[in-house]
Nanobody, 125 residues
Framework: QVQLLESGGGLVQAGGSLRLSCAAS????????VNWFRQAPGKDREFVAA????????YYATDVEGRFTVSRDNGHSTAYLQMNSLKVEDTAVYYC??????????????????WGQGTQVTVSS
């Protein structure tokens, strides 16, 4: 069974940090790029960051670049999103999506091969 499982969300104060994990099973993780998205209440899902299969291709949304860092550990089939200097507007459910070819944003979310269930991040002022 293919599974992506996000974890690490929670409640933090503005300016704080969280590290999200995306643990994969049922796939050869090193052959999949990992893309991070988030969705705030009442808003569309938006792209956050992406990392290529070997970690060489990295992309960030402009509103998180410089604060968030994406990485991966293929030996543990896990990708990470380190989030620093968190802002209230970062509050959202964060999702990871794995794909054999897509590294970054495409408008049709069905193009991504697999999605996790999401983890809630809440940033308080």
């Amino acid at each position: 069974q293919v599974q992506l499982l996000e974890s690490g969300g929670g409640l933090v104060q503005a300016g704080g940090s969280l590290r999200l994990s995306c643990a994969a099973s049922g796939i050869t993780f090193s052959t999949y790029a990992v893309n991070w998205f988030r969705q705030a209440p009442g808003k569309d899902r938006e792209f956050v960051a992406a990392i290529g299969r070997s970690g060489g291709g990295i992309y960030y949304a402009t509103d998180v670049e410089g604060r968030f860092t994406v990485s991966r550990d293929n030996g543990h089939s896990t990708a990470y999103l380190q989030m620093n200097s968190l802002k209230v507007e970062d509050t959202a459910v964060y999702y990871c999506a794995a794909d054999r070819t897509i590294v970054g944003y495409v408008s049709d979310y069905s193009k991504y091969d697999y999605w996790g269930q999401g983890t809630q991040v809440t940033v308080s002022s």
